[in-house]
């Protein structure tokens, strides 16, 4: 008897040890539920246009708490209809799913059926890991039971809604509302609720961007059990799943459709506040016009297109593609083309049906692709598309007014930025082609050799330094040697041609190389070094004579800042992006009107700085209007307005630019590729970069009136014998009026300059 009360006593304390013991392990450090209480919404900070409408948004982290009252009740009827009918009357548990899940995973002997409650995967997502423990999981109920002692099922529900993960880096209900459609919870229909609930189970899986047959089957499911509950009709679900879905998200995780902007803007922002101000939910007014950026991006995604198709390098079809890969990626994009229509210079995924003639299939229809439209793939001889294409190979097609052309993904770059002069104001700023493709902002951190674009600069120091636009300088072979060289340097212009006695304004015209070097050469690298510093291009300028030619390095954004000085007429140009941001429970942090900050602010015109005098601004901007009217800025004439300008190419072709301006509106345009490779044969800058600042100038300038420039105090004009570059007279056989500062009108005979200059070249 004694034994067996010893035996007993031991098993009693066995059982409380372990017990204990299981006690302290499973619920030490447990977390506390009432800290669920405390959770503040999220203060969700924006980027707006200029016009108010909405450019993006900044979720912390993906994820936006809601104050409860502003969850749509129609959100809360899907999700408990969907993923836990039974949450209004169980404790936190449901054990009849419990079971259920149970005997599948048996039977499949793994994890095959979930049986977590709404309550269950609050807790997952607050306060434990997901790991798949035994453990973890008699923690999570024993959660489940407090926090229903705790909270309100009100409470449990929006703690779900802000918090589960929906995809494409969405946390909740309003990061997903934003992230696919580009509004807000409370404005979406019972199409877009029901979509954005099936995406709960498996958002990888579910999601339109790689399945979007499967997210349409869940939407399906979530209309029916909303039917089966009660809260919607059968009509209503009907109508609903008809319905096509204005899905606006792309490839990448993003809260905006101007991404380069909205990331420079945020990068602004915080150099001035710290990353921390966006934690107090600012709303940033931007400069930027909605309608100009996307003129901005049209162009210059046909402009991109443009080029690989006359270089006429097709890089072939995707083969072998799966019957279930095409049934996924036409299935979303005949959605996008049901609400959006067809996009010029957009781009289409199309299964080739037949190649003679060319048939292809994009979704909603079939379209024959004539020769004509593919005739680029090979310039130089006829191509048959049998040849590279059969029969289910995929293909891009680039949708143009004129029809379907075929074509593909550009591989070459480009940047933009346009500014409007009057206000000082970025209107529109392109960063690439494709942001989901390289998130690199090339019009603000691509460091690119200038070629040509430079030498406008180069000219304005020569005019402050004693030239006229009649000097002549002798366009003649020259050689240079440096001593620990062997090899000289013989300069030449891009025609391969020398042209003899050239006018400086003839110079800058025609972009000679070999008078432009001549130019430096005589008014001296240091004085010209010294005198860019006042244009701010923050650049990597060579101290030798390849500076004529472009061999330094800039940015877009300051190199088309720099012009700008011209077209205002010398006065220090500082574009602003940023008109004003507001905090949400402080009101205004910045406005431009009275704050200054490098990037952010417009400073008051009656502080602006001069850098250089009228007349020599308004004398280069004089010759630039010559560039578009009689050289390689000819392609601006389209615009039938007072245009000036200026090309730029770099060595073998690997930088092509264009930079022009009106009174009011400067466009610059940078095209090259990431890994400096030739732009191919004839893409210059008048190729390559023009067309892209015709095309969008269009738009930029149709409500613009036409103006000219305005000729300052102290520019005179005189006619001007070319050969000599003195006065005419009578007998002059070669006469143009030329502009010049009141007081160097050069003499009636050759000038002291022409002189020196035939004495050093004969």
């Known amino acids: 008897m004694r034994v067996l009360k010893i035996i007993a006593l031991l098993l009693v304390v066995c059982v409380l040890s372990v017990g204990g013991w299981s006690y302290w392990f499973i619920f030490r450090d447990l977390p506390s539920v009432k800290e669920l209480r405390d959770i503040e919404p999220t203060r969700l900070s924006k980027v707006l246009a200029s016009d108010g409408s909405i450019l993006g948004y900044y979720p912390p982290d993906g994820r936006i708490v809601l104050d409860g009252k502003n ?54 997502s607050y306060l434990l890991t997901r790991e798949k423990t035994i453990t973890r ?8 039971l407090r926090i229903e ?65 499967a997210s349409k089957r869940r939407q399906w499911y979530v209309l029916q059990r909303m039917v089966q509950e009660g809260f919607i009709t059968e009509t209503e679900a009907l109508d609903a799943y008809k319905e096509p879905l204005r899905i606006i998200a792309k490839d990448i995780a993003l809260f905006t459709d101007e991404p380069y902007v909205t990331d420079y803007v ?25 309608k100009l950026q996307a003129a901005a991006v049209r162009a210059v995604r046909k402009g991109l297109i443009d080029l690989e198709i006359r270089q006429g390098e097709y890089r072939g079809a995707v083969k072998d593609v799966t019957d279930a890969a095409k049934e996924r990626i036409f299935a979303l994009q005949a959605n996008q083309i049901t609400w959006q229509g067809l996009k010029e210079y957009d781009l289409y995924w199309a299964e080739v049906v037949q190649i003679a003639p060319l048939i292809v299939n994009i979704g909603t229809r079939n379209v024959e692709v004539n020769k004509e439209s593919f005739a680029w793939v090979n310039p130089k001889g006829s191509w048959n598309p049998a040849d590279v294409l059969r029969q289910g190979d995929l293909v891009q097609l680039c949708f143009t007014p004129k029809g379907f052309i075929l074509s593909q993904q550009p591989r070459v770059q480009a940047a933009l930025v346009a500014f409007d002069l009057e206000r000082s104001e970025v209107v529109s700023l392109v ?62 212009n891009y025609e391969d041609k020398f042209f003899g006695p050239t006018t400086l304004r003839t110079g800058l015209v025609l972009s000679r190389n070999v008078v432009t070097i001549k130019i430096l050469k005589d008014i001296g690298i240091g004085y010209t070094l010294n005198y860019l510093k006042r244009f701010n291009l923050d650049s990597e300028l060579p101290r030798d004579l390849s500076l004529a030619l472009g061999s330094g390095v800039v940015t877009p954004f300051n190199l088309f800042k720099g012009y700008a000085m011209f077209a205002t007429y010398g006065f220090q140009f500082d574009p602003h992006l940023i008109n004003s941001i507001v905090a949400s429970d402080v009101g205004p942090i910045f406005t ?82 990431d890994d400096m490779i030739p732009l191919g044969e004839h893409e210059t800058g008048s190729r390559a970069a023009s067309p892209i600042f015709v095309d969008f100038m269009r738009v930029a300038l149709e409500d613009r009136p036409v103006r000219d420039f305005h000729v300052p105090e102290g520019v005179v004009f005189a006619r001007v014998d070319l050969e000599t570059g003195a006065l005419a007279s009578d007998d002059s056989p070669k006469v143009r009026f030329e502009c010049f500062k009141e007081g160097t009108l050069p003499p009636k005979k050759e000038s002291a300059y ?9």
Not at 80 to 92: I, K
Not at 167 to 184: N, V, W
Request: glycine content about 8%.
């Open 71 to 124: 969850i749509p009740p129609l959100f809360k009827q899907a999700f408990v209809a969907a993923e836990d009918a039974t949450f209004y009357t169980h404790a936190g548990l449901d054990m009849k799913r419990i079971f259920s899940a149970l005997v599948a995973d048996i039977r499949a002997a793994s994890y095959v059926q979930g049986a977590s409650t709404i309550t269950q995967q609050v807790i997952r």
């Open 592 to 673: 431009s009107r009275t704050d200054r900050v490098s990037g952010i602010e417009k400073p008051p015109s009656d502080e602006q700085t001069r850098m250089l005098s009228e007349q020599t601004a308004y004398i280069i901007t004089n010759i630039l209007q010559e560039v578009v009217q009689e050289g390689t800025g000819w392609r601006a004439r389209a615009l039938k307005r007072p245009i000036a300008g200026k090309t730029g190419t770099s060595d073998n072709n690997r930088d092509a630019w264009f930079i022009g301006f009106t009174p009011g509106m400067l466009c610059g345009v940078w095209v090259g590729y």
């Open 149 to 213: 002692r705790t909270l309100s099922k009100e409470e449990i529900l929006n703690l779900y809604l802000d918090r589960i993960y929906l995809g494409s880096g969405a946390y909740g209900i309003q990061a997903a509302s934003l992230r696919y459609f580009g509004k807000e919870s409370r404005d979406l229909n019972l199409s877009e609720i029901s979509f954005i609930t099936g995406l709960a189970p498996a958002p990888a899986r579910y999601s339109p961007l790689n399945d979007f047959n």
């Open 754 to 762: 022409h002189e020196r200059m035939l004495k050093e070249v004969y």
């Open 431 to 492: 960063g690439g082609s494709d942001y989901a493709v390289s998130q690199f902002n090339r019009a603000v951190s691509a460091r690119r050799q200038s070629g040509s674009a430079i030498k406008p600069f180069l000219y304005a120091a020569a005019l402050d330094k004693g030239m006229t636009t009649a000097s002549i300088i002798f366009d003649a072979p020259i050689t240079f040697r440096e001593e620990e060289e062997e090899e000289a340097w013989r300069p030449k």
């Open 266 to 290: 945020r990068t602004l922002v915080t150099q001035r506040f710290g990353e921390e101000v966006f934690s107090q939910g600012i709303t940033i007014q931007t400069t930027l016009s909605s």
């Open 137 to 144: 999981k008699i923690r999570e109920l024993v959660l489940a």
